[in-house]
Every structure is written in structure tokens, then in C-alpha cells.
């Protein structure tokens, strides 16, 4: 969890209240976060689904509502503006999704500039993803020439970097600048990288490595131009929203910001709140309470939420703009049980008794991992939930039934992984700026098909210039032997795998997985520039199999 450090009396005057230690001690560690000290300074571990939390500004914003200091979500004015830009469209293969936004009138003192590094720092790191996802550039306005541009240039393009006083190219930036060295596996594969360009083609930033030095912030600055791009657009608005919360708390003004992006235009920010529908019956069942509507609602202001509507046993709720965390109902009951105070809550001892064991698959699979540990493989752990481009599209495959989720949230977490073999090398793109060989593995569910029987997979990479069928085979083989197992081969050609390469696996003629050379077009996909073998094989089966042998 990432750590924040508040100084405790700029910590208070935000708070707007004198409160001493103790107080202080219980309300911050209630309120859901695991805090280390309050004295001489404030230091806290904040969960990583609040990253609202991540500011000074943000957490005092929350707990004065916790604390009954004050209730309901902030109130943003926008003030409208004439600042423009435009979005290119050949950025869109590199760093798809762009926005900004303008405050003006910030009194750039200690407090505010350290404030506003360090929730850039901690959002880069957690909600951005390490820069990947989101990456966020803090301008001088008064500097730009406006309307502005994103777009790409060519590696040859130069410009003087942060903290530089030259012209450098943007190659260069890659090989010796700091941020560039640090983050420059983002942009690997890219002919053309991102720019922010303004009316005189002066560089605001090159996303998501470093800003220009002409659009500096200094302690003269008054006015921001905050720009963020990404590969994900909800994601990039949640951040850009929690920025601007905390600079509004400390007076600055917000003005529009118009986009053109594929034709369309954009006004940025949309500091609107959304809505859910939260039945009172299902919060109480959950927690195990009998509060009412009007009970519950206040809960819930108590946590900085609105309340657009009520009526019997339901309730319209406003989630603030920068709360990226509300997916769910039950995400809004969790807030009402930290409002209501854990330790209001009577313990009760349920009225069952059982006697406890561990799920003997789970025994079977904690063998597995150790095992393919021992076998000089690392375990890694992946989302169950994917998309279609990555599951189909990039492995060329044609299966149709995939398992979708309704109403999801973003585009790349609306599939339920039917492998795990495509998010394995997804892992390897990831980690491509690491030395060789990669060997990794995963064991885990999936849903192969709509029929929504989950079973439990186990697929294995290997990663390295000699990456071959043979190694793999030789992994395969002393991984199921260790099991007093026998397995076939059939030659069959895969999509994934390169023809002649490749095989079925059976024991005792039922088909347990697949295994080869992964095709070098799956490769160019994943952007992968290094030779994979890999094995997927279904270990729920082989389970019954040792099991049926146990039993006999």
C-alpha cells in the first residue's frame, strides 16, 4: 500500500478543527487506513481503492465528513473558457486518450507545491499504473501559446527536457534522462512518440516520460494547465479529478477546456456527479443492521456522498467525481460501515457448527506451485477478468462464446479469461526490460466457454533467445512424472503456436491441454521481440485422474 506523509498542522488547518492525538489516532485508523504515527507528522498507508486519499487535501476532505465536521460532496464550479487543443490522430496507436484542464489563481507556497508532487508521485505509481496506464503534466499556462496539440514526432525530434539545458533528441531522452531511462520501455516499438505541442511548437510534455522545461513550474507560477493521457479514458478522468479536487480545496479556480479528439469535441473536466441505486434492504442484510432510509443516507453524507432521492427502502446516491472506486452497491455499503463505525457492530456467533478443512484441490495446487518453483519457474498472478483483444484477437484465435460481463467499467477488464496463457505473455511484455530467461507460470481459473463451469488451468512460459518445443517438453514431462503420471503427444496445429511446432496432451486419450513454439505473429502482437515455448494444460483433470488412483 502506498504511504503518505502529512505535516500535522497543515494537516489540522485543513481539517478545519484542533484535535488531539488520540482522537486523531482512532478517527484515521477507522476510517479505513492503517496509520503509523501522528506525531511530529502524520503518516498512513492508504488503500490502493482510495486513491482520492493520496492528497493531504483529499484525506481531510474525507475525514471531516467522518469525523461530522462537515457532510456531502464538494460543490466544483467550472468556469468556462476559450483554452482549446486538438488530438491527433496517428497518437492513437501509441497513447490513445488525452484530457487537461486549467486552474488558475494558486498560491504556490511550501505546502502546495510538496502537496502537489507528491499526489503526481502516488498516482503515477498506483493508479497510473507506473506511468503505463496514466500519466500526469503539471504546466506553467501563462508559458503556453494556445490551442495546443497532442501528437507524435519522430525519435529524431528534439526539445529541452526538464531539468535540462539543452536540445536534446527524443532517443537521447530515452538513453540518459533519468525519467527516460526509468520509463522508457512504455514507449519500446514506437517509431513516433507522444508531444503536447503549443502554437509556436514550444514541448509542454512527452507522455509519459518527462515535460518540457519551457512550461516549468516555478513558485511564481499562478495558473496550471494540467494535462493526462493514457491508455484508458475513464482512468485518466478519475485522475485528472483527483488533482483538481485538491487544488480547489486550496482556492484555485477551475476553467474548461475544449478538445477536439476524432472530429468530436471534448469539454474537460466533467466534475458531474454519476448516480447508483442503493436498495436499503440488501445494505441491511449485509451488515446486519435495521437502519432506515433517512438513517442510512446520512451514513452515507458522512462519507462525502450526495443524495439525489429518496423513497421506501431505496436511495438515489451521488458518487462524487473522484471517487474511482464505486463499481458496486456493495462498494457504497462498505462506506456505510466505516460511517457506522466498526466497533458499534455486536459480534455474534453464528448459529452453525462445522468443522474445518482445506479444499484438497487447493493442497493439490499448492504441490503444483511448489513443484514448478522448484523447477526454477516464477509464479505470477494475473486478473481473472481480460479482454478480447488480448484472450483472442492477438493470440489469433477464433472461439466465439466468450463469458462478458455486464455493464462493465472499462474495455479491458470486461472479459472473463478463458486461458491464461495470453495474460502469461502479456506478463512477458511487461517485464521485457528485465535480463533472460524469464520462466513464469500461473495456476488459476477459467471459464472455457458460456457453459460458466470454471476450471482450473496451469500454463507455463519460457522466455529466451533458445526458447524451444524441446524445453518445454522436458519441463512438461518432469513436471507430470513428479505425479506418477504418463502423457501422450498428437501433432495438431494451433493458431498460437508455429505449425509443426506444436501438439495436443493426453493421458489415457482425453485431451489435457496444448503445448509449443508460440507463432512469431502472436509475438508481433504482444509486441514480444524474444522466443516463447509454452504449455497450458487443464488441472482440474489431471486432479480426477490422481484422485480416481488415490481412491483405488
Known sequence: MPTVNFDKNEFLTLLGKTVDDKILSDRISMIGTDLETVNPEIIVEVFPDRPDMLSIEGFTNALKGFMGISKGPIDFKVIKSNYEGKVDSKVKSVRPYAI??????????????????????????????????????????????????????????????????????????????????????????????????????????????????NTKVTETTKNLFIDITGTHKKSIEYGLNIILMGLFIRGGEIHSFKLNDEGKDWIYPNLDRETMALD?????????????????????????????????????????????????????????????????????????????????????????????????????????????????????????????????????????????????????????????????FEVGIIVPDQSLIERQSLACT?????????????VFSGFLSSFGLKFDVKDEDYPSFINGRSCSIEIDGINIGKMGEISPEVLYNFKLEMPVAAFEIDLSTIYEFLKVRIQG
Not at 531539468?163 to 520509463?183: N, Q, W
Not at 439525489?308 to 436511495?315: D, F, V
Not at 522466455?463 to 524451444?468: E, I, L
Request: hydrophobic share 40%; proline share 5%; glycine share 4%.
Open 280 to 440: 436499503i434492504n440488501y445494505s441491511n442484510k449485509v451488515l446486519g443492521l435495521q437502519i432506515n432510509e433517512n438513517e442510512t443516507a446520512d451514513l452515507l453524507m458522512k462519507m462525502g456522498y450526495g443524495i439525489k432521492s429518496k423513497s421506501k427502502n431505496k436511495l438515489i446516491v451521488e458518487i462524487p467525481a473522484y471517487r474511482a472506486d464505486i463499481l458496486h452497491p456493495i462498494d457504497l455499503v462498505e462506506d456505510i460501515s466505516i460511517s457506522y463505525g466498526f466497533e458499534n457492530f455486536t459480534p455474534e456467533i453464528p448459529e452453525i457448527a462445522t468443522i474445518g478443512q482445506e479444499n484438497p484441490i487447493e493442497v493439490f495446487i499448492r504441490k503444483v506451485e511448489e513443484l514448478l518453483v522448484g523447477f526454477n519457474f516464477i509464479e505470477v498472478k494475473n486478473y481473472v477478468l481480460s479482454n478480447e483483444d488480448v484472450l483472442i484477437k492477438k493470440m489469433l484465435d477464433n472461439k466465439k462464446n466468450l463469458v462478458k460481463t455486464r455493464n462493465a467499467v472499462n474495455t479491458e477488464f470486461d472479459t472473463v479469461r478463458c486461458s491464461i496463457l495470453p495474460l502469461l505473455l502479456k506478463t512477458l511484455v511487461n517485464n521485457a526490460q528485465y535480463e533472460y530467461p524469464q520462466n513464469i
Open 100 to 213: 487537461g484542464a486549467i486552474v488558475k489563481g494558486i498560491k504556490f507556497d511550501d505546502n502546495t507545491i510538496k502537496s502537489l508532487m507528491q499526489i503526481q508521485e502516488k498516482l503515477h505509481i498506483t493508479h497510473g499504473r507506473n506511468r503505463k496506464k496514466v500519466a500526469i503534466g503539471v504546466h506553467d499556462l501563462d508559458k503556453i501559446k494556445f490551442p495546443i496539440k497532442y501528437t507524435t514526432m519522430s525519435r529524431d525530434f528534439s526539445f529541452i527536457p526538464l531539468e535540462f539545458d539543452k536540445k536534446i533528441s527524443i532517443d537521447e531522452i530515452l538513453k540518459i534522462h533519468p525519467k527516460g531511462v526509468a520509463y522508457a520501455h512504455l514507449l519500446s516499438g514506437f517509431e513516433e512518440c507522444p508531444i503536447w505541442l503549443d502554437s509556436n511548437n514550444e514541448v509542454l510534455s512527452m507522455p509519459p516520460i518527462i515535460n518540457g522545461n
Open 462 to 474: 519460457i522466455c529466451h533467445p533458445k526458447a524451444s518445443f524441446t524445453e518445454i517438453k522436458a
